[in-house]
């Protein structure tokens, strides 16, 4: 629908161009090419209008609403490039410290009993946040005083 809407208000404009441009202006004789005053004043009596001045009537009323509705149209077509991308998911790095230089490296099997003890400690910080955050939440008792 909008690219109809396009395609006639183009055609729209192109109409009311011409017609504005064939239009005979008032004072189009010699006489108002020089500043004379001509046959027809500024505010003299106004003629009975012709086919040209309805056909520009009516040409401006449809370039306006034409206009109007693709300005409407265009502004509840936006959306955003972003809403499809998906949010990538936050890495989690664990730190695990060794105790020793590079020539006092330790097994295997100590490696990863480190880096359990590093996941447990993580695991365990990650559940005394919950939980303080749960209590916060929580509202008081009767018997409990509120925390001023």
Do not use: W
Not at 18 to 35: I, T
Not at 54 to 74: D, G, N, P, W, Y
Not at 76 to 85: C, P
């Amino acid at each position: 629908m909008g690219i109809l809407l396009v395609i006639i208000y183009i055609l729209v404009c192109l109409f009311l161009v011409m017609v504005v441009l064939l239009q005979q202006g008032k004072g189009a004789d010699l006489a108002g090419a020089f500043g004379g005053g001509g046959s027809q004043a500024s505010f003299g009596p106004r003629s009975s209008t012709n086919i040209m001045h309805r056909m520009t009537t009516i040409s401006f009323v449809l370039f306006v609403v034409l206009s109007m509705s693709l300005a409407i149209l265009s502004g509840k077509a936006r959306t955003s490039v972003m809403e499809d991308v998906q949010e990538p998911v936050p890495e989690t790095t664990v730190e695990v410290q060794t105790g020793g230089s590079d020539s006092e490296m330790g097994s295997v099997e100590e490696g990863e009993a480190a880096l359990e003890m590093a996941v447990d400690a993580a695991a365990e910080e990650i559940a005394v946040e919950e939980a303080v955050v749960e209590t916060e939440a929580l509202p008081p008792t009767e018997g409990e005083p509120t925390p001023q």
